[in-house]
């Protein structure tokens, strides 16, 4: 016998409460407690597993690496860690209509162990075999499911035994042991729940597609992201042609690694120069602008800095940051002011990374100040100058990391000077590349606008 039972869920945490508040006391949020109608089945949805429950020496334990289907295609590789690993769930989080979708087509298209189970909970099949059309890469067998019950999926799962299969999305998902309409916590919690059974019991990597809320948090994303082995969140501005991947917990590789995508009429296309992306094409000098030679991930990036500095209208100095974060550009140019006496107290001060990209590398804050020294002044830095040092409170220049892969990448986009620490330890500089080795600050500002 069913028994039925009510509770309160909160939408944005998932912690239940015993009865209706208007604010969540666990995270803050209002309005975002529901009651839900839950039943609790009598049958136990574990079955007790014997043969993986009983302990093992940890010596006898082998250190293989871990299994992974390698993927064809080279940034969703690279941010995954090298390719799926059978049996894990992953989390694809992005806001509507950022191309969620279009990427996992792509990838089921082209996987290299087929069949795909597609299982489209929103789109009619149609729609995305109309989509499908218009890619048309990758010759996979791909199976379109169009399906919202989390028992008919996995009955099909069980059916079809594909290499892969992926749920566009976990919100439409609904488990009819449950009362609660879909998309609710309790229903996505209890749908990925049984998917992720599954995916392990079958060895089958299951990827899940999320939206995100317009806070910028997966409906019930506390307790999606620690069910599953790994979230992705796939970001950048509609308007902007790019699109940025990015590993936000990996369960079998490392999250700093950054995939990137042009989107064209004809599906995403994986950039392989992301240097080019991120600076304008070096035929006019600008003043405001600054390249720097940042690191996402593994992977040296070329990172143009855009500054805009102009007298205050009113009384408080604005500042206003995208991409950067705010205090450390307070930071940057209290150190311009105090120890290299630029008076920028008084003026509003805008800092813009370009290409939508957002960064928290300590070895553009010298781009960055250069950038702002070459707005105030309305004087265009040589389009031949890149940037890398971090910069301390007291304007003196510091060593980063990786410099001489950081080198590389300036010499092979083209740059012929680049400004470093004089505490840099340098062991291989590229040739052909001339290097600032300077202390402070005052002394960069020398060097550009003598
Ligand atoms: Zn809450």
Request: proline share 2%; hydrophobic share 45%.
């Given at each position: 016998m069913a028994q039925k039972k009510t509770t309160f869920i909160c939408q944005n945490c998932g912690s239940s409460h015993n009865q209706w508040m208007g604010q969540c006391n666990r995270c803050d949020h209002w309005n975002t407690i529901v009651e839900e109608k839950l039943r609790v089945s009598s049958k136990k949805t574990f079955a007790a597993s014997s043969d993986h429950s009983a302990p093992r020496p940890i010596k006898e334990i082998s250190l293989q690496e871990t299994p992974r289907i390698a993927l064809t295609e080279p940034e969703l590789n690279r941010v995954t860690g090298g390719g799926l690993v059978p049996g894990s769930v992953i989390l694809l989080g992005g806001e509507p209509g950022i191309g969620k979708s279009t990427l996992m087509l792509q990838l089921s298209m082209g996987f290299p162990k087929g069949p795909v189970l597609y299982v489209s909970g929103e789109e009619s099949l149609e729609q995305v075999k109309l989509r499908a059309d218009r890619i048309s890469t990758g010759s996979a067998e791909v199976l379109l499911l169009p399906e919202t019950d989390v028992e008919l999926i996995a009955d099909q799962l069980k059916k079809n035994k594909p290499g892969l299969c992926v749920v566009d999305s976990v919100q439409t998902l609904f488990s009819p042991e449950l009362e609660s309409a879909p998309g609710t916590v309790s229903q996505i919690r209890e749908s990925a729940h049984r998917l992720i059974q599954i995916a392990k019991q079958l060895g089958v990597p299951v990827i899940l597609i999320g939206h995100i809320t317009k806070e910028g948090q997966l409906a019930g994303p506390k307790v999606l992201e620690h069910m599953v082995d790994v979230v992705l969140q796939f970001e950048g501005d509609r308007q902007h042609m790019y699109r940025l991947l990015r590993a936000q917990k990996n369960r079998f590789g490392s999250t700093s690694e950054l995939g990137i995508y042009e989107m064209q009429g004809s599906g995403l296309h994986p950039v392989s120069d992301p240097s080019q992306i991120f600076t304008r094409p070096r035929d006019e000098s600008l003043s405001?602008?600054?390249?720097?030679?940042?690191?996402?991930?593994?992977?040296?990036?070329?990172?143009?800095?855009?500054?805009?500095?102009?007298?205050?209208?009113?009384?408080?100095?604005?500042?206003?940051?995208?991409?950067?974060?705010?205090?450390?550009?307070?930071?940057?140019?209290?150190?311009?002011?105090?120890?290299?006496?630029?008076?920028?107290?008084?003026?509003?001060?805008?800092?813009?990374?370009?290409?939508?990209?957002?960064?928290d590398d300590p070895a553009l804050d010298l781009a960055v100040c250069s950038s702002v020294l070459s707005s105030s002044g309305d004087l265009p830095i040589s389009l031949d100058i890149a940037f890398c040092s971090e910069v301390g409170l007291g304007g003196e220049l510091r060593p980063?990391?990786?410099?001489?892969?950081?080198?590389?990448?300036?010499?092979?986009?083209?740059?012929?000077?680049?400004?470093?620490?004089?505490r840099s330890k340098l062991e291989n500089p590229p040739k052909g590349l001339k290097l600032h080795t300077l202390k402070r600050v005052d002394e960069v500002a020398q060097l550009l606008f003598g």
């Open positions: 405001g602008v600054g390249i720097g030679i940042g690191m996402e991930g593994a992977r040296p990036l070329l990172i143009e800095t855009q500054a805009l500095v102009s007298t205050a209208v009113y009384g408080t100095p604005q500042r206003s940051t995208t991409g950067f974060d705010s205090r450390r550009l307070n930071m940057l140019l209290a150190v311009l002011e105090k120890r290299c006496g630029f008076h920028l107290g008084s003026r509003d001060v805008f800092l813009n990374i370009a290409g939508g990209l957002r960064v980063v990391s990786r410099l001489d892969q950081r080198l590389m990448e300036a010499s092979k986009m083209g740059f012929t000077e680049v400004v470093v620490s004089a």
